[in-house]
T-cell receptor
Framework: KQEVTQIPAALSVPEGENLVLNCSFTDSAIYNLQWFRQDPGKGLTSLLLIQSSQREQTSGRLNASLDKSSGRSTLYIAASQPGDSATYLCAVKSGGGADGLTFGKGTHLIIQP | GAVVSQHPSWVICKSGTSVKIECRSLDFQATTMFWYRQFPKQSLMLMATSNEGSKATYEQGVEKDKFLINHASLTLSTLTVTSAHPEDSSFYIC???????????FGSGTRLTVV
């Protein structure tokens, strides 16, 4: 059974810092990996989608990498801003016909002004 | 594109009553939708996969008679929590798969409180 772990569980940093959020998964037979942002009491906003054949994806100040063989992904946020404060979720779609996503518990990020 | 609309955003109901949550794909057809539940400070857990025109597939431990799923059209899936109890209070969120790249888009979620 696929398990997804995110480290750290919470992070508080001053505005302007570059930071890295980590995600690991136990079964490397994934179809893709997706990073989401969740604001309190809200739904999920997709940030980046990495297919299993890709190594990284970039969108603005966000960069996500994928090392499928080692079961790891990182989300890099450059020049953090208070508006980046949210919970960041990592989710994998496993291969083998299984549908739906397996989520980590998320990293709760606070960017201090 | 690929927007999923979920209603209501929050609902409070009395114990023993039933509550229906709707999930609509606004600008695309979704043959498959997914329902998740999220408890405070926990990750999203897949409850069931909703297939248009056929029976839903439930994850282990999810009672199909309690969580009724209907996916009668390519743009609408509904989740009905029957005979709700306080332990059913949670955040329910639907999702649809984007066939082009196998990514997923999510609704805004429904906060259910059973009193």
């Amino acid at each position: 059974k696929q398990e997804v772990t995110q480290i750290p569980a919470a992070l508080s940093v001053p505005e302007g810092e570059n930071l890295v959020l980590n995600c690991s998964f136990t079964d490397s037979a994934i179809y893709n990996l997706q990073w989401f942002r969740q604001d309190p009491g809200k739904g999920l906003t997709s940030l980046l989608l990495i297919q299993s054949s890709q190594r990284e994806q970039t969108s603005g100040r966000l960069n996500a990498s994928l090392d499928k063989s080692s079961g790891r992904s990182t989300l890099y946020i450059a020049a953090s801003q208070p508006g980046d404060s949210a919970t960041y979720l990592c989710a994998v779609k496993s291969g083998g016909g299984a549908d739906g996503l397996t989520f980590g518990k998320g990293t709760h990020l606070i960017i201090q002004p | 594109g690929a927007v999923v609309s979920q209603h209501p955003s929050w609902v409070i109901c009395k114990s023993g009553t039933s509550v229906k949550i709707e999930c609509r794909s606004l600008d695309f057809q979704a043959t498959t939708m997914f329902w998740y539940r999220q408890f405070p400070k926990q990750s999203l857990m897949l409850m069931a996969t909703s297939n248009e025109g056929s029976k839903a597939t439930y994850e282990q431990g999810v009672e199909k008679d309690k969580f009724l799923i209907n996916h009668a059209s390519l743009t609408l899936s509904t989740l009905t929590v029957t005979s709700a109890h306080p332990e059913d209070s949670s955040f329910y969120i639907c999702s649809a798969r984007i066939e082009a790249n196998y990514g997923y888009t999510f609704g805004s979620g429904t906060r259910l409180t059973v009193v």
